[in-house]
């Protein structure tokens, strides 16, 4: 239980830059969530925390103490590994129990932890099993009780659920999140998917080649993305290309295809480049001969094309070469049909400019 | 991942000691070899043995007759393995999983004694010769090419087959489907698909099938009676009846070794092309075949297999016949075995200690170093696996060669005794152990030992109560492999042995010498049966372990 201090790590592999100058405060008892691509660096810099991968510079602490040059058997960190790495030789309390041996924890005191550990995960009465006897997701709280009994001062989880199917996943994301919770445990947690990230941590920093794109809490990455890869990369958005027509008080005017656009922007000037982005569900589908609502914009648009996705529908629509998409919930308007023009509102503070790239 | 760090010197330890041992045991004993062929009576360096010694026509007749043989065998193996490999993994073979076993057997069974059983049922006065001339065949012996070829390509086959058959069934059967979706006929798609992506594995394979070919020295020795061969000429030359010549070995002996290694190089860089589809979603299907293809297939396979079996049980029955002299007699007794044992047991006691010592240390120093290459990548662990890997490519004459001149005189003196054996023994099956235990390994999640530390126990500590135990039984799985081919080990002993140390493989050498045939199908009976049982007997935890024989 402590807070993590990551200060201007760094690590290359030959010529792959894992790792560039990361600093991060993790707070005590946080559930701190790493997100990104694939290759991006996130187990790269988990591994570090565990002591399993070398820091070119840089420093790592718990609390005050200094640990990166701590051999991993000595860091108090309790890892779940993506494969489980369920010891096959040894029963589940025996598997639990491997952690408190290394710590010389006496067989009474041993056999009494192994067993609220396991009440703990659920898997009370399992103690005699065999792992493979056991299903992915017991195998995965097996994995769970063995770091959680060693009561861990941090808890790594590196894509935990990522072997398991989809309604498992739910489960045990809820279940992870619970016990960290209850025993107020530091957590990282390693996922390149973004909703699991979403729905369980406190904040997350997303990562893309090595580098700390962004570090906020689920709202301000999925709502306030720091640059378009973060935007993109926490779901599907419009990004449009447009230049800026004028700029007063806060409030600019950009051009995108042929519709104009306002947002709220600090800074910008008449024909700056920039890309705009609105999420398609921040876009309203105005009823026919309707005005926006109060303090909305709106624009016109030709409709492209339309997906009826079950739980929403979801529309193309042609801004005159730029294609911008729009999310209802159900289904679309009746007078929204492919080739039919349409009106779209939406408050100017959901938009949010940067400058091209 | 590398786990490779300042601190954790036990890598770094076992590295040194690998490489320490490898130093002083095989690659200084070379050096030696290397080094008297070098220099004169005077002590001189000097090129002057090299030139005495290539300029003789029998000499250089020894390097033609070697290489036509090795390469024979080579392309002979290959164009029985090749097809083998493809009606086993993918034409409906019946009695499969009995053909993986028996395919297998040649590899760890003695060769030399199919060679000899070859020629108690085709040399001069054999039963087949005898039988094919009466029936007015004019067949002479089996001596010679023919035989030698014959019977590498019995011994050496499962060599090409087993990678082959690997690399077989590891073909995505989406590439497959994908070429005839294309538009190539089956056949197209075998010839540009499949076998581009199984050459590699049918290389690696043909390869240690031209190495073992070359460095062979009992097959070479029942068979190739007056005709010159490189890895006999280095022991006549070093132990023959006009006197030890160790200049003149050392120079047949590096030209053989720097032949062999050169191949065994090529191999390696074979073996690391050897990349099939990781992501291999469906296994390649069981080809339908019209009955008549596919009764050609099953005899061919079962064929293959049974023949290459016959000889040693040719042997078995043979050693329970009547000799006198060389002749054979038909009626059945015991009497050879009972000659043998009255000559002396010692040698049986000695093959099952020096092998089991052997096997022993082997593994001690060869798991670590297995487990060191194949879990903490460095230049220097890569080193480690280079030199573990050399000793496959050094004959063993050369080697007993190497460790006589190296560990005769000065400050550690071994000959004599059967420390040297076991050494040579180790130095020999150490490729072997360091690729079984890196195989096994391999089967082993990395994150296990992972987890093992994360948990507090330091990697020494993860290896000895995690790793070896989860290694344990292949690694006796591969203790009992090497143990059985030690039992068998021909070229290295006759070097080395001396005085009471002599081996069941030393009396077969000898009574092979002299006219003790009667003797020599009992021993090698003898042998066989010590090697082919312990192999029943640990047949499942080698399968569960899925140990490569190679
Ligand atoms: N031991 C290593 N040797 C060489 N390169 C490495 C090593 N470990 C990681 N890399 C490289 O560092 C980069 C980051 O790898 P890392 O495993 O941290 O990515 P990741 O974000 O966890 O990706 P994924 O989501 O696929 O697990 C990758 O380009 C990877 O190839
Ligand atoms: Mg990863």
């Given at each position: 239980?402590?807070?993590?201090?990551?200060?201007?790590?760094?690590?290359?592999?030959?010529?792959?830059?894992?790792?560039?100058?990361?600093?991060?405060?993790?707070?005590?008892?946080?559930?701190?969530?790493?997100?990104?691509?694939?290759?991006?660096?996130?187990?790269?810099?988990?591994?570090?925390?565990?002591?399993?991968?070398?820091?070119?510079?840089?420093?790592?602490?718990?609390?005050?103490?200094?640990?990166?040059?701590?051999?991993?058997?000595?860091?108090?960190?309790?890892?779940?590994?993506?494969?489980?790495?369920?010891?096959?030789?040894?029963?589940?309390?025996?598997?639990?129990?491997?952690?408190?041996?290394?710590?010389?924890?006496?067989?009474?005191?041993?056999?009494?932890?192994?067993?609220?550990?396991?009440?703990?995960?659920?898997?009370?009465?399992?103690?005699?099993?065999?792992?493979?006897?056991?299903?992915?997701?017991?195998?995965?709280?097996?994995?769970?009780?063995?770091?959680?009994?060693?009561?861990?001062?941090?808890?790594?989880?590196?894509?935990?659920?990522?072997?398991?199917?989809?309604?498992?996943?739910?489960?045990?994301?809820?279940?992870?999140?619970?016990?960290?919770?209850?025993?107020?445990?530091?957590?990282?947690?390693?996922?390149?998917?973004?909703?699991?990230?979403?729905?369980?941590?406190?904040?997350?920093?997303?990562?893309?080649?090595?580098?700390?794109?962004?570090?906020?809490?689920?709202?301000?990455?999925?709502?306030?993305?720091?640059?378009?890869?973060?935007?993109?990369?926490?779901?599907?958005?419009?990004?449009?290309?447009?230049?800026?027509?004028?700029?007063?008080?806060?409030?600019?005017?950009?051009?995108?295809?042929?519709?104009?656009?306002?947002?709220?922007?600090?800074?910008?000037?008449?024909?700056?480049?920039?890309?705009?982005?609105?999420?398609?569900?921040?876009?309203?589908?105005?009823?026919?001969?309707?005005?926006?609502?109060?303090?909305?914009?709106?624009?016109?648009?030709?409709?492209?094309?339309?997906?009826?996705?079950?739980?929403?529908?979801?529309?193309?629509?042609?801004?005159?070469?730029?294609?911008?998409?729009?999310?209802?919930?159900?289904?679309?308007?009746?007078?929204?049909?492919?080739?039919?023009?349409?009106?779209?509102?939406?408050?100017?503070?959901?938009?949010?400019?940067?400058?091209?790239? | 991942?590398?786990?490779?760090?300042?601190?954790?010197?036990?890598?770094?330890?076992?590295?040194?000691?690998?490489?320490?041992?490898?130093?002083?045991?095989?690659?200084?004993?070379?050096?030696?070899?290397?080094?008297?062929?070098?220099?004169?009576?005077?002590?001189?360096?000097?090129?002057?043995?090299?030139?005495?010694?290539?300029?003789?026509?029998?000499?250089?007749?020894?390097?033609?007759n070697s290489?036509?043989i090795?390469?024979a065998s080579?392309?002979g193996t290959?164009?029985l393995g090749?097809?083998l490999?493809?009606?086993?993994?993918?034409?409906?073979?019946p009695g499969k999983s009995a053909v993986l076993v028996l395919i297998a057997l040649p590899l760890v069974l003695p060769s030399f004694i199919a060679a000899y059983a070859l020629v108690l049922l085709l040399g001069r006065s054999g039963v087949m010769t005898v039988w094919l001339q009466a029936q007015g065949i004019p067949f002479r012996s089996i001596y010679g090419m023919p035989g030698l070829v014959a019977v590498y390509m019995l011994t050496l086959y499962p060599y090409?087959v087993l990678?082959?058959?690997?690399?077989?069934?590891?073909?995505?059967?989406?590439?497959?489907?994908?070429?005839?979706?294309?538009?190539?006929?089956?056949?197209?798609?075998?010839?540009?698909?499949?076998?581009?992506?199984?050459?590699?594995?049918?290389?690696?394979?043909?390869?240690?099938v031209?190495?073992e070919s070359l460095e062979n020295f009992g097959v070479a020795f029942v068979l190739a009676e007056d005709r010159p061969i490189l890895s006999i000429e280095v022991y006549r030359?070093f132990a023959g009846e006009v006197?030890?010549?160790?200049?003149?070995?050392?120079?047949?002996?590096?030209?053989?070794?720097?032949?062999?290694?050169?191949?065994?190089?090529?191999?390696?860089?074979?073996?690391?092309?050897?990349?099939?589809?990781?992501?291999?979603?469906?296994?390649?299907?069981?080809?339908?075949?019209?009955?008549?293809?596919?009764?050609?297939?099953t005899v061919f396979v079962w064929g293959t297999v049974l023949v290459a079996l016959v000889p040693f049980f040719a042997v078995l029955v043979i050693s329970f016949l009547e000799f006198r002299g060389p002749v054979m007699h038909g009626n059945f007794s015991v009497a050879n075995f009972q000659d043998l044992w009255n000559r002396s047991s010692r040698p049986l006691f000695n093959t099952v200690f020096l092998a089991s010592a052997a096997s022993l240390v082997a593994?001690?120093?060869?798991?670590?170093?297995?487990?060191?290459?194949?879990?903490?990548?460095?230049?220097?662990?890569?080193?480690?696996?280079?030199?573990?890997?050399?000793?496959?490519?050094?004959s063993g004459t050369?080697l007993g060669?190497?460790?006589?001149?190296?560990?005769?005189?000065?400050?550690?003196?071994?000959t004599g005794g059967w420390l040297i054996l076991v050494?040579a023994y180790c130095?020999r099956k150490?490729?072997f152990?360091?690729?079984?235990?890196?195989?096994?390994?391999?089967?082993?999640?990395?994150?296990?030992?992972?987890?093992?530390?994360?948990?507090?126990?330091?990697?020494?500590?993860?290896?000895?109560?995690?790793?070896?135990?989860?290694?344990?039984?292949?690694?006796v799985g591969g203790m009992v492999l090497t143990w059985v081919t030690l039992a068998a080990e021909l070229s290295s002993t006759v070097v080395l042995y001396s005085g009471s140390w002599s081996t069941m493989t030393t009396v077969i050498f000898q009574a092979l010498e002299g006219t003790g045939a009667g003797i020599a199908s009992a021993a090698s009976a003898v042998l066989i049966l010590t090697t082919a049982l312990p192999l029943l007997m640990v047949y499942r935890l080698l399968r569960?372990?899925?140990l490569?024989v190679?």
């Amino acid at each position: 239980m402590a807070a993590i201090a990551l200060d201007k790590i760094d690590r290359k592999f030959g010529t792959v830059h894992a790792v560039r100058d990361v600093s991060l405060e993790i707070r005590d008892g946080e559930f701190f969530t790493l997100l990104g691509p694939s290759g991006c660096g996130k187990t790269t810099l988990m591994r570090m925390v565990a002591g399993f991968c070398e820091l070119d510079s840089g420093s790592i602490r718990f609390g005050a103490r200094r640990i990166d040059a701590l051999p991993p058997h000595r860091r108090n960190t309790g890892m779940v590994f993506q494969s489980y790495a369920i010891f096959p030789n040894l029963s589940v309390a025996g598997n639990v129990a491997y952690g408190l041996r290394a710590r010389g924890v006496a067989s009474t005191e041993r056999n009494e932890r192994v067993r609220k550990a396991l009440r703990l995960v659920h898997l009370d009465g399992y103690e005699d099993r065999w792992p493979h006897q056991l299903s992915g997701g017991q195998l995965q709280r097996v994995a769970l009780a063995r770091c959680l009994v060693i009561e861990p001062e941090v808890l790594l989880l590196d894509e935990p659920l990522s072997n398991l199917d989809a309604k498992l996943r739910v489960e045990m994301r809820y279940e992870i999140r619970q016990l960290q919770q209850k025993l107020g445990l530091t957590a990282i947690y390693v996922t390149h998917d973004q909703e699991e990230a979403l729905a369980i941590s406190e904040r997350i920093a997303v990562m893309r080649a090595g580098r700390l794109e962004q570090v906020g809490t689920p709202w301000e990455v999925y709502n306030q993305p720091a640059n378009p890869f973060v935007a993109d990369f926490m779901g599907v958005t419009n990004l449009l290309p447009g230049v800026v027509v004028s700029a007063r008080g806060g409030r600019i005017e950009v051009k995108i295809g042929e519709a104009l656009f306002a947002a709220r922007a600090e800074t910008g000037a008449a024909g700056d480049k920039v890309t705009l982005l609105i999420r398609p569900e921040s876009l309203l589908l105005l009823p026919a001969q309707h005005g926006p609502p109060p303090n909305f914009a709106s624009f016109e648009a030709i409709v492209a094309r339309i997906e009826y996705l079950g739980v929403l529908t979801r529309l193309d629509l042609d801004l005159g070469g730029v294609t911008v998409r729009v999310a209802v919930l159900d289904k679309a308007p009746d007078h929204a049909v492919p080739g039919g023009r349409v009106s779209v509102g939406y408050d100017p503070a959901r938009a949010i400019l940067f400058p091209a790239s | 991942m590398t786990m490779l760090r300042p601190q954790s010197v036990f890598p770094l330890a076992i590295t040194a000691l690998g490489l320490g041992l490898l130093g002083l045991f095989f690659v200084y004993p070379l050096f030696t070899v290397f080094k008297v062929s070098f220099i004169d009576a005077q002590a001189h360096i000097t090129l002057a043995n090299y030139a005495k010694i290539l300029s003789k026509g029998f000499y250089q007749q020894a390097f033609i007759n070697s290489f036509a043989i090795g390469i024979a065998s080579t392309i002979g193996t290959t164009l029985l393995g090749v097809p083998l490999a493809y009606c086993v993994a993918r034409l409906p073979v019946p009695g499969k999983s009995a053909v993986l076993v028996l395919i297998a057997l040649p590899l760890v069974l003695p060769s030399f004694i199919a060679a000899y059983a070859l020629v108690l049922l085709l040399g001069r006065s054999g039963v087949m010769t005898v039988w094919l001339q009466a029936q007015g065949i004019p067949f002479r012996s089996i001596y010679g090419m023919p035989g030698l070829v014959a019977v590498y390509m019995l011994t050496l086959y499962p060599y090409v087959v087993l990678p082959t058959l690997a690399a077989f069934k590891a073909v995505d059967a989406s590439m497959e489907e994908a070429g005839q979706n294309l538009g190539a006929s089956r056949w197209r798609v075998f010839w540009t698909v499949v076998l581009p992506i199984v050459a590699p594995s049918v290389m690696s394979g043909a390869l240690l099938v031209l190495i073992e070919s070359l460095e062979n020295f009992g097959v070479a020795f029942v068979l190739a009676e007056d005709r010159p061969i490189l890895s006999i000429e280095v022991y006549r030359l070093f132990a023959g009846e006009v006197g030890s010549n160790p200049a003149s070995a050392g120079v047949l002996g590096v030209s053989l070794i720097l032949c062999t290694t050169s191949v065994l190089l090529l191999q390696r860089r074979y073996l690391s092309k050897r990349r099939f589809a990781t992501s291999t979603r469906a296994a390649p299907p069981i080809h339908k075949v019209g009955s008549a293809l596919n009764l050609l297939a099953t005899v061919f396979v079962w064929g293959t297999v049974l023949v290459a079996l016959v000889p040693f049980f040719a042997v078995l029955v043979i050693s329970f016949l009547e000799f006198r002299g060389p002749v054979m007699h038909g009626n059945f007794s015991v009497a050879n075995f009972q000659d043998l044992w009255n000559r002396s047991s010692r040698p049986l006691f000695n093959t099952v200690f020096l092998a089991s010592a052997a096997s022993l240390v082997a593994a001690l120093v060869g798991v670590p170093i297995g487990y060191v290459v194949t879990r903490f990548r460095s230049r220097l662990s890569h080193l480690l696996d280079m030199t573990a890997m050399m000793p496959f490519a050094v004959s063993g004459t050369v080697l007993g060669i190497g460790l006589v001149v190296a560990f005769n005189a000065g400050w550690l003196i071994l000959t004599g005794g059967w420390l040297i054996l076991v050494i040579a023994y180790c130095v020999r099956k150490l490729p072997f152990n360091v690729r079984a235990s890196s195989a096994i390994l391999h089967q082993i999640d990395p994150s296990l030992e992972e987890a093992s530390i994360n948990l507090g126990f330091s990697p020494v500590a993860t290896f000895f109560r995690l790793t070896v135990p989860l290694m344990l039984g292949g690694v006796v799985g591969g203790m009992v492999l090497t143990w059985v081919t030690l039992a068998a080990e021909l070229s290295s002993t006759v070097v080395l042995y001396s005085g009471s140390w002599s081996t069941m493989t030393t009396v077969i050498f000898q009574a092979l010498e002299g006219t003790g045939a009667g003797i020599a199908s009992a021993a090698s009976a003898v042998l066989i049966l010590t090697t082919a049982l312990p192999l029943l007997m640990v047949y499942r935890l080698l399968r569960k372990h899925q140990l490569a024989v190679l």
